[in-house]
C-alpha cells in the first residue's frame, strides 16, 4: 500500500532557529500533498495545500512568510518553520494521495512531526 | 478551517462493549472518511462511505451515513483494549486539492 514518510518524528530547537520537516511518499508519485497541525487532545486543522511545482495554497489565518512549503518533485515535499517561536510548538503531519483514489480513501498519512521550541 | 463536530469528545466503556461515535458536517461532501490516530501518532484511514451510500461494514465498523441530516455514525463492537484510540471523521469535497475536513475527534478508552 501507499506509504508516506515524514522526517523527523521529533526535533527540539531554540528560539529563533528555522526547522525543516520532510513528508515523502515512498511508492507513489503525489502531486498534492497536505501539511496539518495538531494541538494536544484537538483536531487536525489543515495549514495548507503543496502543489507540485506550484505555489501552495495556504489556510486562511496560516501565514506562509512563517510556514514555507516546497514541493520540488512528485515525491517530495518540505515544511520549513522560520524563526520558530514556543508557540510554534505542535505536532505536524502530512498526507498525500496517490492520483485516482480519492473515491478509495487513499488519502495516506505521515507518522508525524513533534516540534518542541524551548 | 474544520467543519465537522464529533460526539461525544471522549467515551470510556469496558471490553466487549460497543462504541459508537457521531460526526456532523455543515456542507455537501462527496465522501466521508473515518481515521484512527493512537496517540502522538499518524492516522490511519478506516473507511470511507460515499454521499450515495448509507451503511459500509468493514470488519468489526460499521458507518451509517445520513446526508439529510448531514450526519455520520462509526459503530465498534465488541470492543478490546487496543481499540483504544481518538477517532475522527472527515469530509472529503472535489475541490481544488480534494482536501479533507477533519472533526474534532473523540477519544475512546476501552477498559480492559
Known amino acids: 500500500g501507499a506509504v508516506v514518510s515524514q522526517h523527523p518524528s521529533r526535533v527540539i530547537c531554540k528560539s529563533g532557529t528555522s526547522v525543516k520537516i520532510e513528508c515523502r511518499s515512498l511508492?507513489?508519485?503525489?502531486?498534492?500533498m497536505f501539511w496539518y497541525r495538531q494541538f494536544p487532545k484537538k483536531s487536525l486543522m489543515l495549514m495548507a495545500t503543496?502543489?507540485?511545482?506550484?505555489?501552495?495554497?495556504?489556510e486562511q489565518g496560516v501565514e506562509k512568510d512563517k510556514f514555507l512549503i516546497n514541493h520540488a518533485s512528485l515525491t517530495l515535499s518540505t515544511l520549513t518553520v522560520t524563526s520558530a517561536h514556543p508557540e510554534d510548538s505542535s505536532f505536524y503531519i502530512c498526507?498525500?494521495?496517490?492520483?485516482?483514489?480519492?473515491?478509495?480513501?487513499?488519502?495516506?498519512f505521515g507518522s508525524g512531526t513533534r516540534l518542541t521550541v524551548v | 478551517s474544520q467543519q465537522g463536530e464529533e460526539d461525544p469528545q471522549a467515551l470510556s466503556i469496558q471490553e466487549g462493549e460497543n462504541a459508537t461515535m457521531n460526526c456532523s458536517y455543515k456542507?455537501?461532501?462527496?465522501?466521508l472518511q473515518w481515521y484512527r490516530q493512537n496517540s502522538g501518532r499518524g492516522l490511519v484511514h478506516l473507511i470511507l462511505?460515499?454521499?450515495?451510500?448509507r451503511e459500509k461494514h468493514s470488519g468489526r465498523l460499521r458507518v451509517t451515513l445520513d446526508t439529510s441530516k448531514k450526519s455520520s455514525s462509526l459503530l465498534i463492537t465488541a470492543s478490546r483494549a487496543a481499540d483504544t484510540a481518538s477517532y475522527f471523521c472527515?469530509?472529503?469535497?472535489?475541490?481544488?486539492?480534494?482536501?479533507?475536513?477533519f472533526g474534532g475527534g473523540t477519544r475512546l478508552m476501552v477498559k480492559p
Open positions: 498526507s498525500a494521495r496517490p492520483s485516482g483514489t480519492v473515491d478509495r480513501g487513499g488519502y495516506t
Open positions: 511508492d507513489f508519485q503525489a502531486t498534492t
Open positions: 503543496s502543489n507540485e511545482g506550484s505555489k501552495a495554497t495556504y
Open positions: 456542507t455537501s461532501i462527496n465522501n
Open positions: 462511505i460515499r454521499s450515495n451510500e
Open positions: 472527515a469530509t472529503g469535497t472535489y475541490n481544488a486539492g480534494n482536501m479533507l475536513t
